[in-house]
C-alpha cells in the first residue's frame, strides 16, 4: 500500500486518538520490514528482531527509550490499554521469514504479524465483535508478501492463502468503526487481483467501502 492509500484508509478511524494508534502500529510494521530488509545474515536478523521483541515488552515496565517508533506506540497504542507484550506478538509473524523454507505452516505462522496488527488495531478502534478482523490481518500480510518473495512455489503459496482469507473477510459488511480495516482487506485483494497500488479504482473501492462497509 502506497503512502497516499495508507492516509486516506487512516481517515477512516472512528477518532483522532485510534488513528495515530493505527498510524503508530503500522510505523512500527514498516520498521520491522526495514530491519529485516537490511539484513543479509539470518542470525543477524534474529537479534536485531530478538531486540524489538523486547524493547516492545519493556514498554510495560518503563518509559521508552529514545526510538522514535517505540515512543509512538508507547504514546499513541499503549495509552488506548493495550500491553507492549500483545505489539511485541507483531514480531513473532515477521521472525518466521528468517526460516530457510516457507511451507504452509511457516507461511500461517508468519501471517500473524497482520493477524496481531489487526486485532490490536481493531480492539482500539472499537470495531464490532462481528468484524473479520482475524482474516483480514493475516490475508493482509500474505498478500503483502507473496509479492515478495522469490521462490515461485513460496510466493504462489502465500497468495492461495491469502486469496482464501480475503475472500472471507471482503464477503462481510463491517462496522463503521472497523473500516480502515476492512478497506485494507479490500485493497490488499485487488492488488492480489492484479489491479495496480495507487490506481483510480483502488481509490474509488476504498471510498466505497466507507460509506457501505461492503
Known amino acids: 500500500m502506497i503512502e497516499a492509500e495508507r492516509r486516506l484508509v487512516l481517515t477512516y478511524a472512528p477518532s483522532l486518538e485510534a488513528g495515530a494508534a493505527l ?49 509512538g506506540v508507547a504514546r499513541d497504542v499503549l495509552r488506548q490499554g493495550v500491553s507492549g507484550a500483545s505489539v ?9 521469514l528468517l526460516q530457510t523454507e516457507l511451507d504452509d505452516a511457516a507461511l500461517l505462522a508468519y501471517a500473524e504479524r497482520g493477524r496481531r496488527l489487526f486485532e490490536i488495531a481493531g480492539l482500539v478502534a472499537s470495531a464490532n465483535g462481528a468484524d473479520p478482523v482475524a482474516k483480514a490481518g493475516e490475508g493482509w500480510a500474505l498478500a503483502d508478501l507473496s509479492g515478495k518473495l522469490s521462490d515461485p512455489g513460496e ?3 502465500a497468495r492461495r492463502i491469502a486469496e482464501g482469507l480475503l475472500g ?26 492484479g ?6 479504482k483502488r481509490t474509488l473501492r476504498a471510498l466505497w467501502h466507507r460509506m457501505s462497509g461492503r
Open 23 to 71: 498510524a503508530a502500529l503500522f510505523a512500527l510494521d514498516d520498521k520491522l520490514a526495514e530491519t529485516l530488509r537490511t539484513t543479509s545474515e539470518p542470525m543477524l536478523g534474529q537479534i536485531r528482531m530478538q531486540w524489538w521483541h523486547d524493547a516492545l515488552t519493556r514498554l510495560d515496565s518503563a518509559p521508552p527509550p529514545a526510538e522514535p517508533v517505540l515512543q
Open 168 to 193: 472471507e473477510a471482503c464477503a462481510a459488511r463491517w462496522s463503521r468503526n472497523g473500516r480502515a480495516l476492512g478497506a485494507m482487506a479490500h485493497l490488499a485483494r485487488m492488488e492480489l487481483e
Open 88 to 96: 511485541a506478538g507483531v514480531v513473532d509473524g515477521w521472525q518466521m
Open 155 to 157: 510466493a504462489a503459496a
Open 195 to 200: 489491479e495496480p497500488v495507487g490506481s483510480p
